[in-house]
Every structure is written in structure tokens, then in C-alpha cells.
């Protein structure tokens, strides 16, 4: 696996903080190459790399991603040039339009024009973490006279998380990286196919462009408890509109669409159940380590460039947890 990137999600919610940026520190001398934090509703995105930061050397640091609708822009460049100076130049930052449960329900903002929204909020980040004066007056953007008051230290990339062809096609067009979660590796196929004529369309070299999945990985966890918590985790995402229709377009077509009728009509456990063994098969990494290895290797195949993963365990107790998906890092780790 010389050369190529591998990288750990902090499973703060497995694990816990602390023993979850332990895990992530550790993760650097076994040979992994990127630590990447997500923002849902456990931690938020910044602080488990801030602090990851100031402990290691060389793993390359990523947000995947925050939601574009829940930071004013001026604010996201702020944390990302500060976290571009604490690593030294080691810092990725992925924005996207997340979904409405998260940024209407959770957070009580607008989720409107998301498309736009994104592709508005990365104009005004290159801007501003390049250092210039930033007015902007877009649909969905506006901000008036903002400087970066410190010095990022190098250019921050940006990423931008994409599952329709459409924000597929942008990420191509004005991103550095292109971030998926919840596909299978034909999925992962099709998409780049997008955001490779995005590329093309804005004169770019699609081969220059990163691809990030984030992959939810049990290795060596009791298989019908792992199924029934795996369900439970993926049916959340199922049941919102950009996720069901991309799971639809990777042939769930009927399974997505009784998940969605049965979470709409409250009946969450049978939903859950509707998530059957064909589609967690597909998009949920387990089984013991050769098997799991031959599945990442699949996302390569597919061209995914740097498979990001996130480790669970159904384990009882936090400790126990943290033990297990400490060994699952290491059953992971790269060789050679």
C-alpha cells in the first residue's frame, strides 16, 4: 500500500473524545496518512483537529464535511487558516450542503438552494483565504467588507461533498476534492464520471482532482449485532431526500423507497428493517481484516483515491469500544 492514502475517521461517538484523538494520533505512526473529523451532532468538526494537530507531524487533516448553511463563510475561513497555521500547512477543508433535518431541524436555518448555496460559499472562501478585502452580494452569500486578519500560512483546499450529479458536476467545476459517503464502489464510479466532466467543463484536469470516501468499518464484531446497529446508523441517512435519491440511483431504487415511506408514516422500526442485507452489504465495510481490506481495495478499484475510515463497535461499555476499534485500526493499518 506504499503511496497510497488511507485515512481514520476520530470515532468520537464509538469511543469517546479523548481516547478517540488518541486513536487518530496513534493512527500517524502506523502508517496511516489522513485524519479526518465529520460534523453531525456529536463534536463539531474543528476542535478534535486542533488538537490532533499540535500532537502529530505528517497526517494530512480534514474536515468531511461542515455544512455550508451553518457558519457564515467569514467565520469557516477563520477556523480553517487557524488550523492551516497550527499543522503547518496540513489542513483540508470540506464543505457541503448537508441536509434539512440537520440544518432546518437541528440548527433552525433555511436549507434552501443548496446547489447555489455551496458553489457561492466556496467563491467567497478561495477569496478570503487568499487574503483579499471580500464583499459579496450573491442569492444565498452576502458579506461586506471581510479580511482574514492572520496568515493561513499556505493555500487551504477546499472539498466540496457531493452524492447528485449536479453538486458532482460543481465539485469538478471549483473544488479541489470531491467527498462521498453512503455509496457502493460502482456509486463511487459513476459519481467521479460526473465530477470529471465537471472538470473538464471549467478547463480543469479531472486527474488533479482528490476522491474521499468516508467508510463505516467492524472488523471482527459479532455480525448480527453489527447488521442491527450498522441498520439503525445508515437508515438515518436513508430517509433524507439527497441520500434516498442516491441510493436510488445505485440500484435501491424499491428499498429506498419503503424506507422513506416507512419513516414518513412513523414506523422507524420497520424502515430500519427495509435496509436489507443486499444494500448494507454493499455500503458497510465488515468482516475480519482480509475481508474488510478487499473491500477498501474495491473503492480503489473503483478510483477512489483516499478511503477514510470510520470505525464501529457494538461493543457494551466506552472502554470496551475504544479497545476494539483501537485493534481494528491497527488490523487496518498500511503495509509495506
Known sequence: MRGMRLGVTPPIEVAGMVPAIDLAVRAESLGYTDVWTAEVGAADAFSPLAAIAVRTERVRLGVGLIPAFTRPPALTAMSAAALQSLSGGRFVLGVGSSSPAIVDG?????????????????????????????????????????????????????????LGPKMCRL???????????????????????????????????????????????????????????????????????????????????????????????????????????????????SGDAAACLARIQDYRDAGVKTPVLMPISVAGSLEERAERVNAAIDALAPTG
Open 171 to 285: 465539485a469538478g467545476r471549483v473544488a479541489d476534492g470531491v467527498l462521498f459517503f453512503l455509496m457502493t464502489p460502482e456509486g463511487c464510479r459513476a459519481a467521479l464520471q460526473e465530477v470529471a466532466a465537471g472538470a473538464r467543463e471549467a478547463g480543469r484536469d479531472p486527474d488533479e482532482l482528490d476522491s474521499f470516501i468516508r467508510l463505516p468499518v467492524a472488523v471482527d464484531e459479532p455480525e448480527d449485532l453489527v447488521k442491527f446497529m450498522g441498520r439503525r446508523l445508515l437508515t438515518g441517512y436513508a430517509t433524507t431526500p439527497a441520500y434516498n435519491a442516491s441510493l436510488a440511483r445505485q440500484g435501491f431504487a424499491e428499498q429506498a423507497g419503503g424506507i422513506s415511506q416507512a419513516w414518513a408514516a412513523g414506523e422507524r422500526d420497520r424502515a430500519t428493517t427495509l435496509f436489507d442485507d443486499a444494500m448494507f452489504d454493499e455500503l458497510f465495510v
Open 106 to 162: 437541528w440548527m433552525g436555518i433555511g436549507f434552501e438552494r443548496p446547489l447555489e448555496r455551496v458553489r457561492e460559499y466556496v467563491e467567497v472562501l478561495r477569496r478570503a483565504l487568499a487574503g483579499t478585502k471580500v464583499s459579496y452580494a450573491g442569492e444565498t452569500v452576502r458579506l461586506e467588507g471581510f479580511r482574514l486578519q492572520m496568515e493561513a500560512g499556505a493555500p487551504v483546499p477546499i472539498y466540496v461533498g457531493a
